[in-house]
């Protein structure tokens, strides 16, 4: 019998299935933050329950934390309780915590990647939805909710029912200007934030094969922005390179074992999926959106569509301008800006940052914005800093934050204020995502840079 990728690193997985029910999954790795879990571990401390596998859980401290003086203690009531309730159920549990000032600190979904935790044939899960980024390994990655993360803690094992299988096509050449984040949004506008709902999205051809482990981390991460369960990428020579000498990663005979499992985990030639989209490469523009999901984007040189020309309900698209301050037919390109944020799980890794230096070298940031540069862990801080990049940074009147989730979803005091464009290379863009009132448009660290120091919406090609 011919398997998808998806097919034999689930299945592989799978400890029992239920008849006319769920299966129950072994987890590889449990990944958790200060957000989702203290009720979960409430619930293990009065149940009396241990965890069935500290050494596969790994918490991180980021959606809550501040991202300049964290050398100070949290003044936020909410956060400091957060953060000091993660500290305290690590310790509690035997879970290793890389907290607020830890050198591994950062956020999750760039921090495990980075250290190893993430290996090809996987599967991971965190009570976090963008969880789908570690798909890029070709693993099975997805997020989970508060009560799942209890279930995961005490057996390591989950229940859930077997997603769809989704293949998404896409050959030939990328254009000028065009970068993963491009590719991952112009997906969302064909099949809309539902048209990948139940299934779990294998992205195949040669686009995704010549695109870096940061590239296809971006890419799968935006999966569950179509609704998809997650995304996965087939496992090859880049991720084998990548992974490798980490941390946490195999080593030794152990390492040459993996790599020969590794080396498997591909979608057979004749296997069949439950849905297929082929896409051409010369199609995808640079991409932005105008409106407040991720499925309303649009080429950036394109108006703000007419509302019979779009998959949105009528209302919804109304409603959508109405807060987006936008109308139909309206340009796009030229804009006036007034924040831009590069960071988040999304695009928050070292290869953004120097999209984003190399775009503003030898300019400057324009007086009216309001730029924050968030790093993704102190792993990238830290390259930023050896490659010269925060030289460039700062000589173009930018200035380089500490890592966290940040305005990503505002859970912090990084919030762009009421009524406030923000061009954000995050994932989400609904309606006070950055902030109550704040108005987003999601695009690329190329699109960013360039808004930061125009003050408006750029055409990358034509910069």
Known sequence: MSNTLFDKVWDSHVVRHV??????????????????????????KSRGIEVAYPERTFAVADHNTPTINQHLPVTNIESKNQLEALEQN??????????????????????????????????VVCGDSHTSTHGAFGAVAFGIGTSEVEMVLASQNIMQSKPKKMRININGELGKG??????????????STSGATGYFVEYAGDVFEKMTMEGRMTVCNLSIEMGARGGMIAPDKTTFDYVEGREFAPKGEAWVKAMEYWKTLKTDEDAKFDSEFTFSASD??????????????????????????????????KKSLEYMQFQEGESIIGKKIDYVFLGSCTNGRIEDFRVFAEAIKGKKKADHVTAWLVPGSHIVEAQIKEEGLLDIINEAGFELRQPGCSACLAMNEDKIPAGKLSVSTSNRNFEGRQGPGSRTMLASPLVAALAAVNGVVTDPRKA
Not at 178 to 191: E, F, G, Q, R, T
């Open 90 to 123: 690590t310790k509690d549990f035997g879970i290793s915590h890389w907290g607020l000032g830890h050198s591994k600190n950062g956020v999750v979904h760039v921090v495990a990647p980075e250290n190893g935790v993430i290996v090809p044939g996987a599967t």
């Open 178 to 191: 065009v970068l993963p984040k491009d590719v991952a949004l112009y997906i969302i506008s064909k099949l």
């Open 284 to 317: 995808i523009e640079p991409m932005i959106t105008y409106g407040t999901n991720p499925g309303m984007g649009v080429g950036i040189t394109s108006d703000v569509p007419e509302v019979e020309d779009t998959k949105e309900g009528k209302d919804t698209f």
């Open 19 to 44: 008849e006319d029910g769920p299966d129950v999954v072994f987890i590889d790795r449990h990944l958790v933050h200060e957000v989702t879990s203290p009720v979960a571990f409430l619930g293990m």
